[in-house]
C-alpha cells in the first residue's frame, strides 16, 4: 500500500516537474493528468469530490477561498492539482497563494502560482485554497481539477462552477444584484455546495419530505445532503418503494420494519452487493442469548422485488418494492395502517445466508411512523447510552479506585490536617464513595430508561451490572453502619468492608470489560480494551508500590515502638504508634507522590474512554480510512 502512495506521488511529482518553466512543455500542465507515463485511465463516474467557491463574482486583485471537500461525509481525498481557467480561450488565470498548511503546494503552469496541487501523502478531509484574481482579465472562469481519491481512483477535469472576474468596485456592486449569492465585502467564507454545477448535484436528496420519507446517517444528513446511509421510503398506490444507498465499501444496506426500536422481530430488506450485482433479500432479525442474527432462511424472498439496482463509485443504490400488506414470519405488517420503527444498517461483509456485522453504521428511528405520511426522520438519540457508560467508567474507573487507595493505605497520612472534624482520608474515602453510590444509581436507572425495563439483548453485563451495583449499595449500608474502633463487631466490619468494597470494584472492572463486545455500545473494540488493560496494569503497580510503602514505614515506625502485639488488621504498630503522637507515618511525600501520578492517569484514563463512549460509533471514521488505504 505504502509503494502505492509512493508511485502515486512519484508520477505526480514528474509530471508537476513538466510543469516547472524550465523546459517542462506547458501542455503537460494543461491535461491536469497527475498518473502519466501508465494506462490506469480516469473514472467517469460522478466525482465523489467537488469545488466549491466562496462567490460567483469577485473583483480584479481580489482574494477568494476556494474549497476542495467531498460529495460524502469524511471521504479523504489522496491528490489533486487545480487551476482557473478562462473560459473563453481556456488559459491558465490568477495565482494561489501560499498555502497555510503542508497539504498542498503551489506550482508554476507557465505563470508563477496558478496551480495548487497536493504535497503529501496524507490523507486530506478538505482542502483550503487562497485564490488571487489576475489584474488584467475580465470574464469568466472556472476551476478546473483533478481530483484522486488513490493512486487508480481519481477524475480529470473536475470543474468548480462558473466564477465572473470583474472590472473594480462599481462593477462589483452593479453585479451583486444580478447574483443569487450576495457577495459581501469582507469575503467572510460560508461554504456552499456546488449550486451552478448540476452533475455534482446528489439527486437522491431531491423530495425528501416533499413526496418520499427519508432516513440518513448521520442525523441531520438530509439537510447537509450528506449521508453516508441512506433510505427513502415512496408511496406508490399500494405499494411501498424503499429507495436505499450505501456508504462505499458496503457489501449490504438493509433497513428494517420493527415495531420497537431495537433489533428482534423485525421484517429486514437488504440491498446486498454480492459477485458483482446488487440484489434484493428479506430477512427476519432474532435476538438469542445476547446475540443478533437475521437469517433470509424461512423468510419468503418473493415479499419484495428489485426495482433498480447499481453499484456506482463504490456505493450500492437501489430500489425495492414491497406491497403494502405482507405476511412474515406469520407476522403481519401493514405499512398503510400501522406505524412502525425504521432501523437502518450497514456493513462491509456478509456471511452465507445473512448479512454480517453493520461494522459500518447503524441507527433506530426516533418514533414509531406511518410510512404513507411524508416525513423526514430523525434517528434515536444514542444520549441515554452515553450517559450510562460515561457515568459507570467515571465511577468505577475514577472515584471508586481513589477512593480504595485512600483508604487502604493513607491512614496514617495528613494526620494533622482534617476536614469538618474528620481525618482528611476518611472525608475524601466518604465523598469519593457516595459519588460513586450516587452516580451509578443514576447510571443504572439511565440504562433501564432506555431499554424500558430489562435490556432484550440479556448479556452478561446486564447480569453483572446489577450485581455489581447491588454489592456498591449494600457496601454504602454497611460503611455507615460502622461500629466504634472499640467495638468488638470491628475487625469483622473491616474484613466484609474491605471485601465488599474490592469485590464490587473488581467485578465493575469486568462489566465494562465485556460492554466492549455489546452491539449497542459501538465500542472501538481495540482501542477500548487497550485503554482498559492499561487500566488495570496501573492499578496494580500502583498498589504494589503502595503496599511496599506500607511495608518499609512499618518497619521503619516499628523500630520506634518497644513492644509489639498484634490486635487487627487496622491496628498495625506503626498505627498504635502513632495514633498516639498525630503524626504521619514514615515516607509520607512519597505516598502523596504515588497517589498523585495515580489520580492524573485514572483521570488520563477516565476522560479518553469517555471520549470513545461519546463519539462512538468512531467505526464509521475508521472504516473509511480503511476504505481509502485498500
Ligand atoms: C478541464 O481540463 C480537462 C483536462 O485538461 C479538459 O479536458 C477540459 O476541457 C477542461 N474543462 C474546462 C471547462 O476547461
Redesign the pocket.
Known amino acids: 500500500m505504502r509503494l502505492i502512495h509512493i508511485v502515486f506521488i512519484i508520477t505526480a511529482q514528474i509530471n508537476l516537474l513538466q510543469c516547472l518553466p524550465q523546459g517542462a512543455p506547458q501542455s503537460a500542465c ?4 497527475p498518473i502519466h507515463g501508465n494506462n490506469i485511465p480516469a473514472l467517469t463516474s460522478e466525482p465523489l469530490f467537488r469545488i466549491s467557491l466562496q462567490n460567483d463574482v469577485v473583483g480584479q486583485r481580489q482574494k477568494m477561498r476556494v474549497e476542495i471537500n467531498s460529495v460524502i461525509n469524511d471521504l479523504t481525498i489522496k491528490g489533486f492539482m487545480i487551476q482557473a ?1 478562462s ?1 473563453q480561450d ?1 488559459s491558465v488565470i490568477g495565482e494561489f497563494s501560499a498555502p497555510q498548511d503542508r497539504l498542498a503546494k503551489i506550482i508554476d503552469c507557465g505563470n508563477v502560482g496558478n496551480t495548487a496541487t497536493h504535497s503529501s501523502t496524507e490523507l486530506k478531509r478538505n482542502i483550503v485554497l487562497e485564490w488571487n484574481a489576475p489584474t488584467d482579465f475580465i470574464g469568466d472562469i ?1 476551476f ?3 481530483l484522486a481519491q488513490d493512486y487508480d481512483k481519481f477524475w ?4 468548480s462552477s462558473p466564477l465572473k472576474i470583474v472590472a473594480d468596485d462599481q462593477e462589483l456592486k452593479n453585479s451583486i444584484s444580478t447574483t443569487r449569492q450576495p457577495l459581501k465585502p469582507t469575503y467572510s467564507y460560508t461554504s456552499k455546495p456546488n449550486a451552478e454545477n448540476t452533475n455534482n448535484e446528489d439527486m437522491i436528496y431531491n423530495e425528501c419530505g416533499n413526496s418520499k420519507t427519508c432516513f440518513g446517517i448521520p442525523n441531520n444528513c438530509i439537510q447537509t445532503r450528506s449521508c453516508v446511509s441512506f433510505t427513502a421510503v415512496k408511496v406508490e398506490g399500494d405499494k411501498y418503494i424503499f429507495e436505499m444507498r450505501s456508504a462505499p465499501r458496503a457489501a449490504y444496506i438493509a433497513t428494517g420494519l420493527s415495531s420497537d426500536d431495537k433489533m428482534g422481530d423485525d421484517s429486514v430488506v437488504e440491498c446486498i452487493y454480492d459477485a458483482g450485482s446488487v440484489r434484493a433479500m428479506s430477512s427476519w432479525t432474532i435476538v438469542a442469548n445476547g446475540k443478533f442474527d437475521a437469517p433470509r432462511n424461512g423468510v419468503a424472498q418473493n415479499i419484495v422485488q428489485l426495482k433498480e439496482g447499481r453499484f456506482e463509485n463504490g456505493m450500492i443504490y437501489c430500489q425495492v418494492e414491497r406491497p403494502a400488506l405482507t405476511l412474515v414470519n406469520n407476522v403481519e405488517f401493514d405499512l398503510s395502517k400501522n406505524r412502525y420503527y425504521l432501523l437502518m444498517a450497514s456493513g462491509s461483509k456478509l456471511r452465507t445466508g445473512s448479512v454480517d456485522y453493520h461494522d459500518i453504521n447503524r441507527a433506530a428511528s426516533a418514533s414509531a411512523l406511518n410510512l404513507a405520511e411524508i416525513s423526514n426522520i430523525a434517528a434515536k438519540s444514542k444520549f441515554l447510552l452515553r450517559l450510562h457508560g460515561s457515568l459507570m467508567v467515571l465511577t468505577w474507573i475514577g472515584s471508586t479506585s481513589i477512593a480504595i487507595a485512600m483508604a487502604r493505605y493513607f491512614k496514617l497520612t495528613w494526620r494533622r490536617s482534617s476536614m469538618c472534624g474528620k481525618d482528611l482520608w476518611f472525608a475524601w474515602h466518604q465523598i469519593l464513595v457516595i459519588i460513586t453510590i450516587a452516580l451509578s444509581a443514576v447510571a443504572l436507572i439511565v440504562i433501564f430508561v432506555e431499554f424500558k425495563g430489562w435490556s432484550p439483548a440479556n448479556t452478561i453485563h446486564s447480569y453483572l451490572g446489577v450485581i455489581t451495583t447491588a454489592i456498591c449499595f449494600l457496601q454504602g449500608l454497611i460503611g455507615f453502619s460502622r461500629p466504634s474502633p472499640s467495638s468488638k463487631n470491628r475487625p469483622l466490619f473491616n474484613w466484609v468492608h474491605w471485601f465488599c468494597g474490592n469485590a464490587a470494584h473488581i467485578l465493575s472492572i469486568v462489566t465494562i470489560f465485556t460492554s466492549v463486545k455489546l452491539e449497542k455500545a459501538e465500542l472501538p473494540s481495540d482501542v477500548f480494551d487497550i485503554i482498559l488493560v492499561s487500566y488495570v496494569v496501573i492499578h496494580v503497580i500502583a498498589h504494589l508500590l503502595f503496599s511496599l510503602m506500607g511495608c518499609l514505614s512499618d518497619r521503619k515506625d516499628a523500630q520506634k515502638v518497644t513492644s509489639l502485639h498484634m490486635t487487627d488488621m487496622s491496628q498495625s504498630p506503626r498505627t498504635q504508634m502513632i495514633a498516639s503522637v498525630k503524626q504521619d507515618a514514615s515516607y509520607a511525600p512519597f505516598r502523596k507522590f504515588i497517589l498523585a501520578i495515580y489520580a492524573i492517569l485514572i483521570i488520563l484514563i477516565v476522560i479518553s474512554l469517555i471520549i470513545l463512549i461519546v463519539l462512538a460509533p468512531i467505526k464509521d471514521f475508521k472504516s473509511f480510512f480503511d476504505y481509502n488505504k485498500s
Open positions: 494543461y491535461t491536469l493528468m481557467r473560459l481556456g472556472v478546473n481539477s483533478t480529470v477535469g473536475v470543474t
